[in-house]
């Protein structure tokens, strides 16, 4: 019944319903585990429970009933590519895309950064939306560039960015989605989307990948953030990431950090460095990760930075990586936040050090649970897989509806928070390590309050 995947992990009598491969997941009710565990329901329950299934399969998450498709437009979309596919000498990449969707901005200011490299595609890259079609490489004659302006137009229902990649003599591909819209481009370009970074934009991400920037340099970490599946199978590459730049004094820096080396190939913006004015600026997507008075506090940050992603992409045996911030106790003990109250503590972590908290700006908290306890660590920074400071709180956003959350179901809200892709037994052990953490709720306003004030040696610091 399950989708290849997907894991059920328990919270007690409750559990979470968790793609290890996508950001997806479901709280369980111990009635609704009890459910899809194949328990029946009791008469009244009949049309919750049949709500739960089609939550359950509209999120990719169970496997769907046996009603048999009918005809739909995704087939007449398979069609007309096929037929395109007979017109095309070289690779076209056709992308779909709208004015309003924010994955199409980034998608967009990735190509302008990238524009260099795009010059000289031996491939033809079409993006179409409602104001018209723009031509991006080889190009094209007019009546196939007609034809295939209107296959974008049809594939745009599927949602945006949606593309079809057309290559001679090969079946048509149609593409949905940021991610697989990036790795065609990597790939047209001639470099390996497997050792290349690419991260979904989030909603604050459009405000800064709205502007124009100077340059993209393009960086190496060790480790490998490619190849990794839900059996936790790793390559050999080092991973590829773009940093996007705005100003000569900023492109410097990222230079020596980086040591400057060239890449070629279509890398997506992931890391931003700018100065606007008295700080320098690092944002990850739209996400304020520090905000530095001077250079050599610019190059620490970045330096760590780009550690964190080495890490994540050769995470040892018993860590676990999650998308989420860490405070740091005057090393002595970790509280957890959501990714969202990122940059809003960020512009207050001169408060926050005065009050002896100190942000972490790695892009991946990796925790390791203690081997004779179920308290979560900090890696230990100088002893290579040992447990270091300890989780002793999570502090999270108090949901805006629904009324005070039960606690079983706040703890699948955490679960949701591991780094994608997934292994199953980091996903177990997750849950079972949060079983006995304090988690407060409240606003990250709430949380700043209280962690600037004194504090006990659990971190008590949220508003519930």
Same mark, same amino acid.
């Given at each position: 019944? #399950? ?25 369980? =009710?111990?009635?609704?585990? /009890? ?82 490299? %795009? ?17 991006? /490489?080889?190009? %094209? ?32 591909? &149609? ?7 990036? +790795? ?14 690419? $991260? ?7 405000? @800064? ?8 340099? *393009? ?11 839900? +059996? ?10 773009? @940093? ?8 410097? @820096?990222?230079?020596?950090?980086? /040591? ?45 930075? #780009? ?12 860590? &676990?990586? %999650? ?29 926050? $050090?005065?009050? /002896? ?52 179901? %706040? ?6 928070? @591991? ?8 996903? +177990?052990?997750?849950?079972? =390590? ?5 988690? +407060? ?19 008590? *610091?949220?508003?519930?």
């Amino acid at each position: 019944m #399950l989708l290849p995947g997907v894991v059920v992990a328990e919270l007690g009598s409750s559990a979470v319903l968790l793609d290890t491969s996508s950001p997806t997941a479901a709280y369980l =009710s111990p009635t609704a585990l /009890g459910w899809l565990q194949g328990r029946p329901p009791v008469a009244e329950h009949r049309d919750q429970h049949a709500h739960c299934f089609t939550q359950w399969r509209s999120a990719g998450l169970v496997a769907p009933d046996d009603t048999p498709d009918s005809p739909s437009d995704h087939d007449d979309l398979e069609v007309r590519a096929a037929e395109c596919a007979t017109l095309v000498r070289h690779p076209v990449l056709v992308v779909a895309m709208s004015d309003a969707c924010g994955f199409c901005t980034q998608l967009t200011a990735d190509l302008a950064a990238n524009s260099p490299c %795009l010059t000289g595609l031996d491939a033809s890259v079409l993006l179409v939306d409602a104001d018209g079609t723009r031509r991006l /490489g080889r190009p %094209l004659a007019e009546p196939t560039h007609q034809s295939l302006t209107r296959l974008g137009r049809e594939a745009a229902p599927r949602g945006t960015p949606t593309a079809v990649l057309l290559t001679p003599d090969r079946p048509a591909a &149609i593409l949905t989605g940021f991610a697989e819209v990036s +790795h065609a481009l990597i790939t047209l370009s001639g470099a390996d989307p497997r050792a290349t970074t690419v $991260e979904a934009p989030t909603s604050c991400s459009v405000k @800064i990948a709205a502007q124009p920037v100077d340059a993209l340099v *393009t960086t190496r970490v060790s480790g490998t953030h490619d190849n990794r599946d839900t +059996h936790d199978n790793r390559g050999t590459h080092g991973t590829r990431l773009g @940093i996007a730049v705005r100003g000569q004094e900023a492109r410097r @820096i990222v230079e020596d950090v980086t /040591g400057g080396v060239r890449e070629d190939g279509y890398t997506p913006v992931t890391l931003t460095v700018e100065r606007p004015d008295t700080f320098y600026l690092l944002f990850r997507g739209g996400e304020l990760l520090t905000r530095a008075r001077t250079a050599a506090d610019l190059c620490q940050a970045l330096d760590a930075v #780009l550690a964190g992603y080495a890490h994540y992409g050769s995470v040892e045996p018993g860590e &676990i990586p %999650l998308l989420c911030g860490a405070a740091v106790r005057d090393d002595e003990h970790a509280v957890l936040f959501p990714r969202t109250w990122v940059s809003d503590l960020v512009k207050r972590s001169r408060q926050l $050090e005065r009050a /002896g908290w100190r942000l972490r700006p790695e892009p991946y908290t990796v925790l390791r649970p203690a081997s004779d306890t179920p308290t979560l660590h900090l890696p230990d920074p100088d002893h290579s897989g040992q447990p270091g400071l300890a989780v002793t709180a999570v502090l999270t956003q108090t949901p805006e509806s629904g009324g005070a959350p039960t606690r079983p179901r %706040l703890l699948a809200s955490l679960v949701n928070w @591991i780094a994608r892709p997934a292994a199953t037994d980091a996903v +177990h052990t997750l849950a079972a =390590s949060l079983h006995h953490l304090p988690v +407060h709720t409240g606003t990250w306003e709430e949380a700043l309050a209280h962690l600037t004030r004194a504090t006990d040696a659990n971190g008590a *610091t949220a508003g519930k």
